[in-house]
């Protein structure tokens, strides 16, 4: 780990390459760079299926960290939400295949029509409580990822560490639950330190983009570190003095700049940006 250069705390997701390229063409440019480890984006894995990707990623020598996005289980109506289950039950299998430690679950929004937040909540907890026993037998971890609020009608209802780290206590499952957080869905929340600490122990994977002051899209204009408004250093800083001692985890959805980028470019840039976070001040 203090080898100077090494990148073996870097961890690129592959969303970061937009939607467009496929599981290849966003797995061989890490290798190309020396990046070992990835986040799995599940539409790209579902187009070749879990077999195959598992030996592009065996082929290439970069390790799938996580499973990306599982959960969205808000539906009301009972045979919507029972196919929300089984969808993650094979997104569970799914992560085994490809040797993911952790599936990043979402908690989903609201349905069309539907104006019972609190439903909506309590739903969610209870699809993920009932994936607890299927995570376990799949040796896969949930990691609850809290999204922001500006997201909340579409995506997730989980809008704060506060009630991702009440959800986690209510799941009473520690060896298979933990929390995913990400600092552009965490950096305005006044009480972000204090749910920080109260994290220790549960958080499982960092994820790290930044806002643009001038954001020209609520999800999909995110930056990379450096570029926006949120102290990200600080939150690493917080997140380590938890015991956190994973990766780095780059994950920027930015259909208006890096998408349009070769994946080689962005990745390089991405090495540029984990260095400037971790190398030790001049
Ligand atoms: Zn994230």
């Given at each position: 780990m203090s080898n100077h250069g090494d990148l073996g705390g870097l961890c690129v997701h592959q969303i970061s390459f937009g939607l467009e390229h496929d599981f290849a063409a966003c797995t061989e440019p890490l290798a190309r760079a020396g990046v070992g480890l990835t986040a799995v984006w599940h539409d790209k894995l579902a187009k070749i299926g879990a077999a195959r990707a598992a030996r592009i990623l065996r082929d290439s020598g970069v390790a799938a960290v996580s499973l990306c996005p599982g959960g969205i289980l808000t539906q009301r109506a009972e045979t919507e939400f029972r196919a929300a289950l089984e969808r993650n039950r094979r997104m569970l299998a799914d992560a085994a295949e490809i040797g993911a430690a952790t599936m990043v679950t979402i908690s989903g929004g609201l349905d069309e029509?539907?104006?019972?937040i609190r439903f909506a909540r309590d739903r969610a907890l209870e699809g993920l409580t009932r994936l607890v026993p299927e995570a376990r037998a799949a040796g896969v971890k949930l990691a609850l990822e809290p999204l922001s609020?500006?997201?909340?009608?579409?995506?997730?209802?989980?809008?704060t560490t506060a009630l991702t780290n009440d959800w986690w206590e209510a799941m009473d499952a520690p060896d298979v639950v933990g929390i995913a957080l990400d600092s552009y869905a965490i950096?305005?929340?006044?009480g972000i330190m204090d749910q920080i600490a109260r994290a220790a122990g549960r958080i499982l994977n960092l994820h790290l983009a930044d806002w643009r002051r001038?954001?020209?899209?609520?999800?999909?204009d995110r930056g990379m570190?450096?570029?926006?408004?949120?102290d990200i250093p600080g939150l690493i800083g917080a997140v380590r003095a938890t015991g956190f001692t994973g990766p780095l985890e780059f994950e920027l959805f930015s259909?208006?700049?890096?998408?349009?980028?070769a994946p080689d470019e962005t990745v390089a840039e991405i090495v540029r940006r984990y260095r400037t976070l971790t190398e030790p001040p001049a």
């Open positions: 029509g539907e104006r019972d609020p500006v997201t909340c009608a579409t995506r997730g209802v989980l809008t950096w305005w929340d006044p001038d954001t020209r899209d609520l999800r999909f570190p450096g570029d926006g408004v949120i259909a208006l700049d890096w998408w349009q980028r």
